[in-house]
């Protein structure tokens, strides 16, 4: 689980005006991070298997809103893909 100000930095960083806290964007930045955490996690304990089901889970969840992202938005669908050096997702 992320701690408040480090969620409150990626909110801050990828905010698309001054009071966003939900979009595409925000919530794909803070799935990335948390993904990263539980990977961490993982790796050293490799039979938390409810941990790995979460994992699976937020990893679900990021992989839709960047199709979302992409179907509506190309441009920040190829900001947001350079600024977290993610993969492209093919459809």
């Given at each position: 689980?992320?701690?408040?100000?480090?969620?409150?930095?990626?909110?801050?960083?990828?905010?698309?005006?001054?009071?966003?806290?939900?979009?595409?964007?925000?919530?794909?930045?803070?799935?990335?991070?948390?993904?990263?955490?539980?990977?961490?996690?993982?790796?050293?304990?490799?039979?938390?298997?409810?941990?790995?089901?979460?994992?699976?889970?937020?990893?679900?969840?990021?992989?839709?809103?960047?199709?979302y992202i992409k179907r509506e938005?190309?441009?920040?669908?190829?900001?947001i893909i350079e600024s977290l050096?993610?993969?492209?997702?093919?459809?």
């Amino acid at each position: 689980m992320l701690d408040k100000t480090k969620k409150q930095k990626l909110i801050a960083k990828f905010k698309t005006h001054e009071t966003d806290t939900g979009s595409p964007q925000v919530q794909i930045a803070i799935l990335t991070e948390e993904i990263k955490e539980l990977t961490k996690h993982l790796k050293s304990h490799k039979k938390d298997f409810s941990s790995r089901r979460g994992l699976i889970k937020k990893v679900t969840e990021r992989r839709r809103l960047m199709r979302y992202i992409k179907r509506e938005d190309e441009k920040a669908y190829k900001e947001i893909i350079e600024s977290l050096k993610l993969r492209p997702i093919n459809e």
